[in-house]
């Protein structure tokens, strides 16, 4: 059975880099088949696609953050992980991590990480 | 960007109502169009995607329609365990964009 499982700092301090972890179990990140990617919900708000991150390495980001993110994976370890620099407390946010189709759409998610941006 | 609109933003229903929720996108996405329902402090759950289809596991309650900009989720009959917040979301072109969300309350 899937299971995504995000780890990291929960407070991390104004224009510093947030770093977050997805472990996945039931499935190889290796494989060709999906994307790995990270979206996140401001509390209260809707959902935000920050980017995603194919088995050979390509990353995709949103454009709205492009500057900031970096995306990669560690296949020895099953992982995928998200960097966001320079945060402000607009990046206060809950962080899931994702499974998608590839070409298709999302069908799984992690149970989601709160970080909150404050010094 | 492709944008999505729903509507309502919120609903009102009673046990056993059939409710409708509505997704347009800003231009054509085929059927490239997936459903998720979140509840309180839990991560989204799929139901639908390709517009119609749905996830395995999910109840069939449940079903999606549209094609091109305009979509419709509906649930048949609706009970306690369905007062969640929906959303739908575009996998036609990056980046992925969602919906703002409609919550369905407890009338």
């Known amino acids: 059975q899937l299971q995504l499982q995000e780890s990291g700092p929960g407070l991390v301090k104004p224009s510093e880099t947030l770093s977050l972890t997805c472990t996945v179990s039931?499935?190889?990140?290796?494989?060709?088949?999906?994307?790995w990617g990270w979206i996140r919900q401001p509390p209260g708000k809707g959902l935000e696609w920050i980017g995603s991150?194919?088995?050979?390495?390509?990353?995709y980001y949103n454009p709205s953050l492009k500057s900031r993110v970096t995306i990669y994976v560690d296949t020895s370890q099953n992982q995928f992980s998200l960097k966001l620099s320079s945060v402000t407390a607009a990046d206060t946010a809950v962080y899931y991590c994702?499974?998608?189709?590839?070409?298709?759409?999302?069908?799984?998610w992690g149970q989601g990480a709160l970080v909150t941006v404050s010094s | 960007d492709i944008q999505m609109t729903q509507s309502p933003s919120s609903l009102s229903a009673s046990v056993g109502d059939r409710v409708t929720i509505t997704c347009r996108a800003s231009q054509g996405i085929s059927n490239y169009l997936a459903w998720f329902q979140q509840k309180p402090g839990k991560a989204p759950k799929s139901l639908i995607y390709?517009?119609?289809s749905l996830q395995s596991g999910v109840p069939s309650k449940f079903s999606g329609s549209g094609s091109g900009t305009d979509f419709t989720l509906t649930i048949s009959s609706l009970q306690p365990e369905d007062f969640a917040t929906y959303y739908c979301?575009?996998?036609?072109?990056?980046?992925?964009?969602f919906g703002g969300g409609t919550k369905v309350e407890i009338k």
């Open positions: 390709s517009a119609s």
């Open positions: 991150i194919y088995n050979t390495g390509t990353t």
């Open positions: 994702a499974r998608r189709v590839y070409g298709g759409p999302i069908d799984s």
């Open positions: 039931g499935a190889s990140i290796s494989s060709s088949s999906y994307y």
């Open positions: 979301q575009q996998y036609y072109s990056l980046p992925l964009t």
